[in-house]
């Protein structure tokens, strides 16, 4: 989809004129020919409105993205898509294809090496990561590459949690957690730094890690996505960390109750990858 249909999508969705969309950014007949594609308009203006109407960017971008990509990152992103799902729904063979069609395609680097470490986890096969490759992602977390504020790098971080000991996930999931506290960041990635806080609860209830042994920050993730998620939109979020404290302490009763309120109110689905 161009700018000019992404435009007109959202402009009918909000029930709005031509002459209200474009208000006084430009006139009511330029903006009439950016919707039919036969004028260009500059991106201040574009984000003028955007933003006067209160138009949530990223699903703008998500809009347009196929149409402005290049063919490799439309790919890659597609087989992300894909990985993420078959990720989410456990399907082991779904994920094994789509990890593979990842490293025969794409010259990401940072992606293959994520793919590789996904096939691997779920294959249980984690010994097969060989010393070089392991090598390869230190060196992707070195503070030099600001690894804590790089969404492709975050990626690239959770799909690995899985491979490293836990004294090395406990360094840089403190190292990060540091940085967020100390940086203002966008809500997207606030929510991408509590998909990754989950993904650690997770990882160290399934290794039976417990609050505050072996120098962990268990009780500080839970503690800080409790603190930042006083949203309605970001509410899962604090009653999965709720619930991931109820089994950390053992009070299996209450992670039930939990689970039972979720499905009571069709939250079924999202809940059954949630670790019991």
């Known amino acids: 989809m ?12 909000l029930g709005l004129t031509q002459n209200e969309m474009s208000s006084d950014i430009v006139s009511r007949s330029f903006y009439a020919k950016v919707e039919a594609g036969k004028n260009k ?14 138009i949530d960017i990223s699903e703008f971008n998500d809009l347009i993205q196929k149409t402005y990509n290049s063919d490799e990152n439309n790919l890659r992103n597609d087989l992300e898509e894909k990985m993420a799902e078959a990720f989410s729904n456990k399907d082991v063979d779904s994920l094994t294809e789509y990890c593979q069609k990842i490293i025969a395609s794409t010259s990401d680097n940072i992606l293959k090496l994520r793919a590789l470490v996904t096939v691997a ?9 060989d010393d070089a490759t392991k090598q390869k992602l230190k060196e992707e977390f070195d503070e030099g590459n600001n690894w804590t504020v790089r969404p492709d790098l975050l990626r690239l971080f959770a799909n690995t949690m ?17 940085s967020v506290r100390k940086t203002k960041f ?13 993904n650690y609860l997770v990882t160290c209830y399934d290794r039976k890690i417990r609050n505050n042994t072996h120098g962990n920050h268990v009780e500080e993730i839970i503690k800080y996505i409790i603190a930042n998620t006083d ?8 009653i999965n960390a709720l619930y991931m404290r109820a089994l950390f302490t053992n009070q299996y009763q209450e992670a039930e109750e939990i689970k039972k309120d979720m499905k009571k109110y069709g939250y079924e689905k999202m809940i059954n990858n949630w670790p019991h």
Not at 2 to 13: D, F, P, S, V, W
Not at 231 to 238: E, G, K, P, V, W
């Open 121 to 129: 986890y779920f294959k249980g096969d984690l010994k097969s990561i």
């Open 162 to 178: 899985p491979l490293w000991a836990q004294d090395e996930l406990d360094f840089w999931v403190g190292r990060l957690l540091s």
């Open 231 to 238: 949203t309605y939109y970001l509410m899962i979020y604090r």
């Open 41 to 54: 308009i500059a991106a201040d203006r574009l984000f003028r409105i955007l933003f006067l109407h209160n």
């Open 2 to 13: 161009q700018i000019g249909e992404a435009l007109r999508t959202e402009r009918i969705k």
């Open 186 to 198: 966008s809500s997207l990635m606030l929510e991408r730094y509590l998909r990754i806080f989950e």
